[in-house]
């Protein structure tokens, strides 16, 4: 159980285009997801907060217009970097909090993003 | 949350336990200590969490002392497959994880 997929695994695009990655529970409920980044060789550093039905809290630094984020289910989040550019290369990793069991996070296997 | 401070890395033999070491002497009474682990290009993987008392699952042991000052976990026969960054991080049920830098733990054959 507490299994969290991630699509695409990766993805190459052109500078300016808009990229939509998706994180899915799918075996339990997830009220919570967060959204992370994974730069080489560095931890994972969370950037934004998403609870199902509102809008999702953004840690400082991090670009609301530019990582949009939905979270409209309970087993599915979505995060579009818009108009993306190389530094936005990174690896993009989702977690999701069971509604049921608060108190453990379980990850997806990340999105390799990069941009050309 | 508390920080937490751990080794940067750790070389075990396969087929032995591996005790991954953790301080986290901040840690107030609500909080829980967490253990993952990622192995190289893959999402975090999780292993086991404690509130007071030792945990034991199929995957590893963790030991957190009396005063929940520091804590350790423990792998019990170490594969090569248990190569990875092992990240210990403190924090409320309802809160976000803080990743640190973690120990990059290497299982030689």
């Known amino acids: 159980g507490a299994v969290v997929s991630q699509h695409p695994s990766w993805v190459i695009c052109k500078s300016g285009t808009s990229v939509k990655i998706e994180c899915r529970s799918l075996d339990f409920q997830a009220t919570t997801m967060f959204w992370y980044r994974q730069f080489p060789k560095q931890s994972l550093m969370l950037m934004a907060t998403s609870n199902e039905g509102s809008k999702a809290t953004y840690e400082q630094g991090v670009e609301k217009d530019k990582f949009l984020i939905n979270h409209a289910s309970l087993t599915l989040s979505t995060l579009t970097v818009t108009s993306a550019h190389p530094e936005d290369s990174s690896f993009y990793i989702c977690?999701?909090?069971?509604?049921?069991?608060?108190?453990?996070?379980?990850f997806g296997p990340g999105t390799r993003l990069l941009v050309l | 949350d508390a920080k937490t401070t751990q080794p940067t890395s750790m070389d075990c033999a396969e087929g032995r336990a591996a005790n991954l070491p953790c301080n986290h002497s901040?840690?107030?009474?609500?909080?829980?200590v967490y253990w993952y682990r990622q192995i190289h290009s893959q999402g975090p993987q999780y292993i086991i969490h404690?509130?007071?008392n030792n945990e034991t699952n199929e995957m590893a042991s963790l030991i957190i002392t009396e005063d929940r000052k520091s804590s350790t976990l423990i792998l019990p026969h170490a594969t090569l497959r248990d190569t990875a960054v092992y990240y210990c991080?403190?924090?409320?049920?309802?809160?976000?994880?803080?990743f640190g830098s973690g120990t990059q733990l290497t299982v030689l054959p």
């Open positions: 404690g509130l007071k």
């Open positions: 977690s999701a909090r069971d509604a049921e069991v608060w108190e453990t996070q379980y």
């Open positions: 901040t840690i107030s009474g609500n909080e829980y």
């Open positions: 991080i403190v924090a409320g049920s309802a809160r976000q994880l803080t």
